[in-house]
């Protein structure tokens, strides 16, 4: 992942942090690889050694980093050295995908306004686990994800970008997430493009797209 997609324009720096099985890491690996994404990934960061989004990055020649949250005494030293590692890359854009871990107001603050998160639900409904159980349960008839910068608040940051996807007679948790899942394969690489084109910012809570609101 050393090439710049565009010539006139540096690749966006940018290190992912997660905790499963990398498919959104994946997609964004395509994408760059594709000439569609101008970014590069210095690094995958993961809080367990066993996840397949690792294998995703090594196979891809990125660099990986393994901070396992259960060797630390408390949320804040495990976020402290978060930072640190983070950090000694540089990057400008910080993209939680599939990251399991509740952030301290410290690591929020220290990247407010340069990290985004996708969340499996349309925000405001269904912040936290099993969104697509909670859906199903309440009867909706639309699903979907959200892509926002990230906040103190527990998927609560000012909102990017949604998508919806139908909610079918039949459907079950898998099939409905799988279904959510296709679409945040093309939205994530989307918003990190807008990102890197900077076309995208965040002034005070308010998300511009060429300079009006979203």
Do not use: C
Request: charged share 20%; no cysteine.
């Amino acid at each position: 992942m050393t090439e710049d997609n565009n010539s006139a324009t540096p690749a966006l720096p940018i290190v992912v942090l997660l905790s499963g099985s990398g498919s959104n890491l994946q997609a964004i690996i395509n994408h760059i690889t594709e000439g569609r994404l101008n970014a590069r990934i210095m690094a995958v960061i993961s809080n367990r050694a066993d996840a397949f989004g690792l294998q995703r990055a090594q196979q891809a020649g990125i660099p990986t980093e393994v901070i396992e949250h259960h060797q630390f005494d408390s949320r804040e030293s495990f976020d402290t050295q978060l930072i640190k590692t983070i950090d000694k890359y540089q990057p400008e854009l910080i993209v939680l995908a599939g990251f399991m871990r509740i952030l301290t107001d410290e690591f929020v603050n220290h990247y407010y306004g340069k990290m985004i998160n996708i969340h499996p639900s349309l925000l405001p409904k269904y912040r936290g686990l099993h969104t697509h159980r909670r859906a199903l349960e309440a009867g909706d008839i639309e699903h979907g994800l959200s892509i926002h910068f990230v906040s103190s608040e527990l998927d609560g940051g000012p909102v990017i970008l949604q998508k919806t996807v139908p909610v079918m007679a039949g459907d079950t948790e898998q099939i409905l997430a799988q279904r959510v899942l296709t679409e945040e394969h093309k939205a994530y690489p989307k918003v990190i493009q807008w990102i890197a084109e900077k076309r995208l910012q965040l002034s005070g809570n308010q998300v511009l797209l060429d300079g009006k609101p979203v």
